[in-house]
């Protein structure tokens, strides 16, 4: 069968992950852009570094199946259903027999008189990326018209290039679907607070010639208030509309507004044609999320599974199956793919699974805060009730609405903390019922709130993962069937392998079905320690024990592993803060400690000094250029007000680290697991808004903690006042000024698993500050997991938030004391690493790259770009050597 699929978006090639294997299938798919499938979800991860093949969906080999063909910029622009062959731009025809749409959408644009202007964009594609990134450069103002999720998403790319950013809505808030009034006025507040400007309510009627008058000025947004707004450049992302073209060029039944018409098996009005994805249109709506589209794909991709083959072979793969006598594998078929219901005739088939709508609800970080909208959030069914509660000195808001009798959960809006959001979502998703108190579920430290709520709670129907349809029932069964470990789990069902949202949460099921069956669920830091991370923590500084080989003959068994070695480094440098290059300490450290760098991915190493708050000298700018000249280095100021320096050999780096240290540099300790860097703004010194001095605080810190080393990274932040200028809650330990004091935030993180830090104490002086940090930082150390982010560590641990609080301002455990101490002695004993290792003739041996010879790696290779080096790319080198 000749099947073409028009459009490789995510949805589409989700539709061809699904067919992979099925047998007489000839795919050709039709791609307008010039690159496959590519992330679009993550899209706004281009403007911080990543690249176009960094966010391909495509895994290697994929398209070199016989039976797949990809055509690149190839766009249909008709389908001949009589002849049945689609038409190409240019005049080629592609046959088919059967044909899935799964065009996407396009961006909408407002009617407004000078859209077209040069510097007048699309939030869309990567070529829209690479347009914005072109045009960002020559510009220092941005505007971003829509304030809706893809709005917000956009404005943080243009706030990631440095301009100032304006967000400009026709409606009276921000995400009005998503959140209600009270949700989006806390939502504009800390956005603004994060430098972006927002204009609701606002009707652009023209754009017109800036004149280039004040600060940038290319283009004059003129509003039916009377108002305008001066910009650069603006990027339109105020919603979008379905890529419908095609069907009614094909007088396929299209909506009032567009969107293909589909029913529930995703069929159009012709039976030879499906769509999916935001193409499509289902009783009238169209779900612009990626989870239903992956429905949609799986219900089309289990209907050609069940197509009866051109060739005359049978009735297709299902009949095929049955006719060989493997029933098991008739009933797996069966069981993932299809619903109960017989098909006419009596056949003893199942019908293929149904569309039937999408869960709308959603979770995100835009521009560094949490939004969270589950179900009928707005409160629109009848006879609802509402639960809020709002702190806006914390900058949390929360709402439940819930069902008449106050038993059942029917929606949710969290702004600026969802770390419930899972367990709301699936006792709306599920009717589970609610607790007498339902209020318990939003307000903070309350028992048997939603924290208390387990897995058990959960039916088998229950959905884990959306993106994957994977339902707790799935996992289940992959766990009886031997997937005992969460890769295992990966694998078999791919729950947590597209977004990673639901990870937590498959990761309790894994745990909860193991304990079930009687499995002993243990937390063993390695197959040669019976012992936690915290608890080996506890071990080492109660025993004593000053190197690995100690520590495992006292404690563990046999020689150790890439797992167990550098966690129990770590362990050793907390606890005894000895120099982690010494003879007995330099083997089990990690590839980037054992250099004191970070290695890169064409085998060169980073150089990243210390700078302290940010602050630093025209003499030591100096010395970091000319050391960047002398070694030929690529020269980058990261986010952390830092200096990398990246192409370093490794023979180079006690060179390098000589020159910086005799200019007055330490280790910026940017390969350890230890404290990164403490981010500051000028604060009062310098800022009118300014109410504490943040950079000396800063400074402060990041020489009192620098060195520290923890389970994981540690990164830390200063702002001068509630402005925020210096992320301060995006960060392991945030200190923001106040006109009393100081607010101390822990336990946040802008990585890969984005989370608010949470207020530990407010307008405290600067003693208590210092004496809190010591106290949480070292608890953190004691009782964290190996490579667990204070994020993740404190999401874990019983108690949360209102634990920690007991224990490092009440000392419920009366352990502050020692705390402190170990902190102190961690102070007193610093010593920068790089200084020692360039002054000890045995460290310094290992820096060469053979063991025989002084000579480079020659297959290091650099070309120029921008006036910089930068590493030659694995096609770059392949052109060298083709003929």
Same mark, same amino acid.
């Given at each position: 069968?000749?099947?073409?699929?028009?459009?490789?978006?995510?949805?589409?090639?989700?539709?061809? +992950?699904?067919? @992979?294997?099925?047998?007489?299938?000839?795919?050709?798919?039709?791609?307008?852009? $010039?690159?496959?499938?590519?992330?679009?979800?993550?899209?706004?991860? %281009?403007?911080?570094?990543?690249?176009?093949?960094?966010?391909?969906?495509?895994?290697?080999?994929?398209?070199?199946?016989?039976?797949?063909?990809?055509?690149?910029?190839?766009?249909?622009?008709?389908?001949?259903?009589?002849?049945?062959?689609?038409?190409?731009?240019?005049?080629?025809?592609?046959?088919?027999?059967?044909?899935?749409?799964?065009?996407?959408?396009?961006?909408?644009?407002?009617?407004?008189?000078?859209?077209?202007?040069?510097? #007048?964009?699309?939030?869309?594609?990567?070529?829209?990326?690479?347009?914005?990134?072109?045009?960002?450069?020559?510009?220092?103002?941005?505007?971003?018209?829509?304030?809706?999720?893809?709005?917000? +998403?956009?404005?943080?790319?243009?706030?990631?290039?440095?301009?100032?950013?304006?967000?400009?809505? %026709?409606?009276?808030?921000?995400?009005?679907?998503? @959140?209600?009034?009270?949700?989006?006025?806390?939502?504009?507040?800390? *956005?603004?607070?994060?430098?972006?400007?927002?204009?609701?309510?606002?009707?652009?009627?023209?754009?017109?010639?800036?004149?280039?008058?004040?600060?940038?000025?290319?283009?004059?947004?003129?509003?039916?208030?009377?108002?305008?707004?001066?910009?650069?450049? *603006?990027?339109?992302?105020?919603?979008?509309?379905?890529?419908?073209?095609?069907?009614?060029?094909?007088?396929?039944?299209?909506?009032?507004?567009?969107?293909?018409?589909?029913?529930?098996?995703?069929?159009?009005?012709?039976?030879?044609?499906?769509?999916?994805?935001?193409?499509?249109?289902?009783?009238?709506?169209? %779900?612009?999320?990626?989870?239903?589209?992956?429905?949609?794909?799986?219900?089309?991709?289990?209907?050609?599974?069940?197509?009866?083959?051109?060739?005359?072979?049978?009735?297709?793969?299902?009949?095929?199956?049955?006719?060989?006598? *493997?029933?098991?594998?008739?009933?797996?078929?069966?069981?993932?793919?299809?619903?109960?219901?017989?098909?006419?005739?009596?056949?003893?088939?199942?019908?293929?699974?149904?569309?039937?709508?999408?869960?709308?609800?959603?979770?995100?970080?835009?521009?560094?805060?949490?939004?969270?909208?589950?179900?009928?959030?707005?409160?629109?069914?009848?006879?609802?009730?509402?639960?809020?509660?709002?702190?806006?000195?914390?900058?949390?808001?929360?709402?439940?609405?819930?069902?008449?009798? /106050?038993?059942?959960?029917?929606?949710?809006?969290?702004?600026?903390?969802?770390?419930?959001?899972?367990?709301?979502?699936?006792?709306?998703?599920?009717?589970?019922?609610?607790?007498?108190? $339902?209020?318990?579920?939003?307000?903070?430290?309350?028992?048997?709130?939603?924290?208390?709520?387990?897995?058990?709670?959960? $039916?088998?129907?229950?959905?884990?993962?959306?993106?994957?349809?994977?339902?707790?029932?799935?996992?289940?069964?992959?766990?009886?069937?031997?997937?005992?470990?969460?890769?295992?789990?990966?694998?078999?069902?791919?729950?947590?392998?597209?977004?990673?949202?639901?990870?937590?949460?498959?990761?309790?099921?894994?745990?909860?079905?193991?304990?079930?069956?009687?499995?002993?669920?243990?937390?063993?830091?390695?197959?040669?320690?019976?012992?936690?991370?915290?608890?080996?923590?506890?071990?080492?500084?109660?025993?004593?024990?000053?190197?690995?080989?100690?520590?495992?003959?006292?404690?563990?068994?046999? &020689?150790?592993?890439?797992?167990?070695?550098?966690?129990? /480094?770590?362990?050793?440098?907390? #606890?005894?803060?000895?120099?982690?290059?010494?003879?007995?300490?330099?083997?089990?450290?990690?590839?980037?400690?054992?250099?004191?760098?970070?290695?890169?991915?064409?085998?060169?190493?980073? @150089?990243?000094?210390?700078?302290?708050?940010?602050?630093?000298?025209?003499?030591?700018?100096?010395?970091?250029?000319? @050391?960047?000249?002398?070694?030929?280095?690529?020269?980058?100021?990261?986010?952390?007000?830092?200096?990398?320096?990246?192409?370093?050999?490794?023979?180079?780096?006690?060179?390098?680290?000589?020159?910086?240290?005799?200019?007055?540099?330490?280790?910026?300790?940017?390969?350890?697991?230890?404290? &990164?860097?403490?981010?500051?703004?000028?604060?009062?010194?310098? #800022?009118?808004?300014?109410?504490?001095?943040?950079?000396?605080?800063?400074?402060?810190?990041?020489?009192?903690?620098?060195?520290?080393?923890?389970?994981?990274?540690?990164?830390?932040?200063?702002?001068?006042?509630?402005?925020?200028?210096? +992320?301060?809650?995006?960060?392991?330990?945030?200190?923001?000024?106040?006109?009393?004091?100081?607010?101390?935030?822990?336990?946040?993180?802008?990585?890969?698993?984005?989370?608010?830090?949470?207020?530990?104490?407010?307008?405290?002086?600067?003693?208590?500050?210092?004496?809190?940090?010591?106290?949480?930082?070292?608890?953190?150390?004691?009782?964290?997991?190996?490579?667990?982010?204070?994020?993740?560590?404190? +999401?874990?641990?019983?108690?949360?938030?209102?634990?920690?609080?007991?224990?490092?301002?009440?000392?419920?455990?009366?352990? #502050?004391?020692?705390?402190?101490?170990?902190?102190?002695?961690?102070?007193?004993?610093?010593?920068?690493?790089?200084?020692?290792?360039?002054?000890?003739?045995?460290?310094?041996?290992?820096?060469?790259?053979?063991?025989?010879?002084?000579?480079?790696?020659?297959?290091?290779? %650099?070309?120029?770009?921008?006036?910089?080096?930068?590493?030659?790319?694995?096609?770059?080198?392949?052109?060298?050597?083709?003929?």
């Amino acid at each position: 069968m000749k099947l073409v699929v028009i459009g490789n978006g995510m949805v589409g090639h989700k539709l061809l +992950e699904e067919l @992979v294997g099925v047998a007489d299938l000839d795919i050709t798919v039709l791609c307008e852009e $010039p690159r496959p499938a590519y992330d679009r979800v993550h899209l706004s991860g %281009f403007f911080s570094g990543k690249t176009a093949e960094e966010l391909s969906l495509v895994s290697p080999g994929f398209f070199d199946q016989p039976n797949v063909t990809l055509r690149l910029n190839a766009k249909a622009v008709n389908i001949d259903r009589a002849a049945k062959c689609v038409l190409l731009e240019g005049g080629e025809t592609v046959p088919y027999d059967r044909i899935v749409l799964a065009t996407g959408s396009y961006p909408f644009v407002p009617a407004v008189t000078g859209r077209d202007r040069n510097g #007048c964009l699309v939030y869309r594609t990567i070529e829209d990326l690479e347009a914005m990134r072109e045009w960002g450069a020559k510009s220092k103002i941005g505007v971003v018209v829509g304030g809706g999720l893809l709005g917000l +998403e956009c404005a943080k790319a243009l706030k990631d290039m440095g301009l100032v950013t304006h967000v400009v809505e %026709f409606a009276p808030r921000l995400m009005t679907v998503q @959140v209600d009034d009270m949700g989006g006025r806390l939502l504009r507040r800390k *956005i603004e607070a994060l430098g972006v400007q927002v204009h609701t309510g606002k009707n652009t009627l023209e754009i017109a010639d800036g004149g280039g008058v004040g600060v940038g000025g290319r283009h004059a947004m003129k509003f039916a208030d009377g108002s305008q707004l001066l910009t650069d450049m *603006i990027v339109f992302s105020a919603g979008i509309r379905p890529r419908d073209e095609l069907a009614r060029n094909a007088s396929l039944i299209r909506g009032e507004r567009g969107g293909i018409l589909i029913d529930n098996q995703c069929k159009t009005s012709d039976p030879d044609i499906w769509a999916i994805g935001e193409c499509a249109l289902w009783q009238g709506k169209i %779900f612009g999320l990626v989870a239903p589209g992956y429905d949609m794909a799986r219900v089309v991709a289990a209907q050609i599974r069940l197509l009866p083959s051109p060739l005359g072979r049978g009735a297709g793969v299902r009949d095929a199956v049955e006719a060989s006598g *493997i029933s098991e594998l008739a009933e797996s078929l069966t069981r993932s793919t299809y619903t109960s219901s017989p098909l006419p005739g009596g056949q003893g088939l199942k019908q293929p699974a149904e569309f039937t709508g999408a869960d709308m609800s959603t979770k995100l970080k835009l521009l560094g805060v949490d939004v969270a909208s589950i179900g009928d959030a707005q409160g629109s069914t009848p006879g609802s009730l509402n639960y809020l509660f709002s702190d806006d000195v914390a900058g949390v808001y929360k709402k439940l609405v819930v069902s008449s009798d /106050a038993k059942t959960l029917l929606g949710a809006v969290l702004v600026g903390e969802a770390n419930d959001y899972g367990t709301l979502l699936q006792m709306a998703l599920n009717g589970i019922p609610l607790p007498s108190q $339902p209020e318990s579920l939003i307000l903070p430290s309350v028992e048997g709130g939603a924290k208390g709520l387990g897995v058990d709670l959960l $039916p088998a129907t229950a959905s884990i993962c959306s993106c994957n349809n994977v339902s707790k029932g799935d996992l289940c069964a992959a766990i009886e069937g031997g997937a005992t470990s969460l890769g295992a789990l990966k694998k078999c069902t791919k729950a947590a392998t597209s977004c990673g949202g639901c990870l937590p949460l498959v990761k309790q099921v894994l745990d909860a079905e193991l304990k079930r069956s009687g499995v002993l669920v243990l937390n063993h830091l390695c197959e040669h320690f019976a012992h936690s991370r915290q608890e080996l923590f506890h071990l080492v500084k109660v025993g004593g024990q000053k190197t690995f080989d100690e520590t495992v003959l006292a404690h563990g068994k046999g &020689r150790g592993c890439d797992v167990c070695k550098p966690a129990v /480094a770590s362990i050793l440098a907390s #606890c005894w803060n000895e120099h982690v290059l010494k003879p007995k300490h330099a083997s089990v450290q990690d590839t980037n400690d054992y250099y004191l760098a970070n290695i890169q991915k064409d085998g060169t190493y980073s @150089v990243v000094p210390r700078i302290p708050g940010g602050e630093i000298t025209p003499d030591k700018l100096i010395v970091i250029g000319q @050391v960047a000249k002398d070694y030929g280095l690529y020269t980058k100021i990261t986010g952390g007000q830092r200096i990398d320096l990246f192409g370093a050999r490794v023979e180079q780096l006690p060179e390098i680290w000589g020159a910086l240290v005799a200019a007055g540099f330490e280790s910026g300790h940017a390969y350890g697991k230890s404290l &990164r860097t403490v981010k500051s703004c000028v604060g009062s010194t310098w #800022c009118r808004y300014g109410v504490q001095d943040s950079v000396t605080m800063a400074i402060k810190i990041e020489e009192r903690y620098r060195g520290l080393r923890s389970p994981h990274k540690i990164k830390m932040a200063v702002s001068g006042c509630t402005r925020e200028c210096a +992320e301060a809650q995006s960060k392991d330990v945030g200190v923001i000024a106040t006109e009393r004091g100081w607010n101390l935030y822990v336990a946040g993180n802008g990585g890969m698993k984005p989370r608010h830090a949470e207020l530990l104490a407010g307008d405290i002086d600067d003693e208590t500050l210092i004496k809190l940090i010591d106290r949480f930082l070292m608890f953190y150390i004691r009782t964290g997991d190996r490579l667990q982010r204070t994020s993740t560590w404190i +999401e874990n641990l019983e108690g949360g938030l209102s634990y920690v609080k007991k224990v490092v301002i009440d000392d419920s455990l009366g352990i #502050c004391a020692e705390l402190e101490a170990d902190m102190a002695r961690q102070v007193e004993t610093y010593e920068c690493e790089w200084k020692k290792a360039i002054t000890t003739p045995e460290t310094l041996k290992r820096f060469s790259h053979f063991v025989n010879s002084k000579d480079a790696d020659s297959n290091i290779q %650099f070309v120029d770009e921008r006036g910089q080096i930068r590493p030659k790319n694995a096609l770059e080198r392949k052109l060298e050597v083709t003929p």
